[in-house]
């Protein structure tokens, strides 16, 4: 009777590694007649499993994070949503809408209300900062100062880094991972000794970028934090040794701040005495970031739709 002297490799778990092991070696003639449940060998053959089982594990994850629909760890999700160009909705700060009346000094014509002027709200104990992402002007009407305005919640940071033309590791990393993305304001100053800035915005579409376009790029990566890119001075202008980046932007207690609905003004404001907000609504729209499993569902659906609005499903991928 012929004997099978081959290895068999159809087992992934360790009893079964082992019994594959044992199986191929009492086919040799060197081991027919060992007791492999022997102290000695037996360790031996333990370590053989276990090795092979701990390398079967390793290729299956290996596999598994490298494809959307299986992919398990968030680091491998974004990665592979990357490729889609598919950005990951971040941490979205609660928004409220209403009309703030102001008492000035003076006989002004405009009152401008600076980015991030800070207004409070409280709920369950807890307060927390609300603040305008854009600059506003309010004119006066016959004496009265008073528009609508929305605020958005959030504790505003600020990061800086000057830029290393020579250093090409250099990143610009924004370090908080509850930052709003929606709020972000990046701007460059020409260097330490000049303070010409310049304003850049998100790119939106890539065809309608040229040389000139002052531009960032966005995407998430390792640890959940965001990281900004520039342009390259054909597709968006390219940053230039020296220049100091600023970015501002708020840090989010996402769902946590909705339904506030009073806020009372916390900042100073020249020619401004007093500020009142009067709410139109709770504030709403606060959320955590995307999860894992938000992003496989809608990062084909969005690459699917190609930012175009023209079938239904198109519509679906916008509105998620």
């Known amino acids: 009777m012929a004997i099978d002297n081959n290895l068999r490799v159809d087992e992934l778990n360790f009893e079964g590694i082992k019994d594959n092991f044992k199986r191929y070696l009492q086919s040799q003639d060197q081991f027919r007649d060992y007791n492999f449940d022997g102290a000695g060998i037996s360790v031996l053959l333990d370590l053989l499993a276990y090795n092979t089982y701990y390398n079967s594990f390793y290729l299956n994850m290996v596999a598994s994070e490298a494809f ?11 990665n ?121 915005t998100p790119s939106e579409n890539l065809v309608e970028l040229d040389s000139t376009s002052l531009v960032y790029f966005i995407q998430e990566t390792e640890d959940g934090l ?18 100091i980046l600023v970015i501002r932007y708020l840090v989010s207690n996402g769902a946590l701040a909705n339904d506030i609905n009073a806020l009372t003004y916390s900042d100073t404001i020249t020619n401004v005495t007093a500020a009142t907000f009067t709410a139109a609504d709770p504030a709403t729209g606060g959320s955590a970031r995307e999860t894992v499993a938000q992003i496989k569902f809608n990062a084909p659906k969005s690459y699917e739709a190609q930012n175009r609005a023209v079938t239904a499903e198109d519509y679906k991928a916008l509105l998620l």
Do not use: W
């Not at 959307?68 to 974004?78: D, E, H």
């Not at 700060?93 to 006989?107: E, K, P």
């Open 226 to 243: 965001y990281e900004l890119k520039f342009g390259d001075d054909i597709f968006g202008t390219a940053l230039d040794n020296g220049n």
């Open 80 to 200: 592979l949503a990357n490729s889609l160009n598919y950005v990951p909705r971040s941490t979205s700060s609660a928004s409220i809408t209403g009309t703030l009346a102001l008492t000035v000094s003076g006989s002004p014509v405009s009152i401008n209300i600076p980015a991030f002027t800070k207004f409070v709200g409280s709920i369950d104990g807890t307060s927390f900062i609300f603040s305008n992402v854009d600059s506003k002007t309010i004119f006066s009407a016959s004496g009265v100062f008073s528009d609508s305005i929305t605020l958005k919640e959030g504790t505003l940071i600020t990061t800086r880094y000057t830029v290393v033309s020579a250093d090409a590791d250099q990143r610009f990393l924004i370090p908080n991972s509850r930052i709003d993305t929606t709020t972000l304001n990046v701007t460059v100053l020409n260097s330490a000794v000049d303070s010409t800035t310049r304003t850049f």
């Open 68 to 78: 959307l629909s299986t992919a398990q760890k968030r680091n491998s999700v974004v």
